[in-house]
């Protein structure tokens, strides 16, 4: 069974920043799209970032200019480094490929206060 494995969520000050890191299989993280999901209680998934397959990054409006995506090849790991956050970021932070193939790992909590 493939792991995606989340870590480095906390709690946060407005205006602070984090950096979530995301470990999935070799197999997948090379040949696919590759982003960080979020979702916040009593809402729907979504998707805040991604690298597409050709390496370039997307991100929602919601985190434009805040977010950044970071990818280190040889560890199978993609970063999220989140500034400027805000209580509107809070909430469970995943990775998937994109679109959502595998199954969710058990994310990282990010909480930020006012």
């Known amino acids: 069974q493939v792991q995606l494995v989340e870590s480095g969520g906390g709690l946060a000050q407005a205006g602070g920043s984090l950096r979530l890191s995301c470990v999935a299989p070799g197999s997948i993280f090379r040949f696919n799209a590759m982003g960080w999901y979020r979702q916040a209680p009593g809402k729907q998934r979504e998707l805040v970032a991604m690298?597409?397959?050709?390496?370039?990054?997307n991100y929602a409006d919601s985190v434009k200019g805040r977010f950044t995506l970071s990818r280190d090849n040889a560890k199978n790991t993609v970063y999220l480094q989140m500034n400027s956050l805000k209580p509107e970021d809070t909430a469970d932070y995943y990775c998937?490929?994109?679109?959502?193939?595998?199954?969710w790992g058990q994310g990282t909590q990010v909480t930020v206060s006012s």
């Open positions: 998937n490929t994109v679109p959502a193939l595998y199954v």
């Open positions: 690298f597409t397959s050709g390496g370039s990054t």
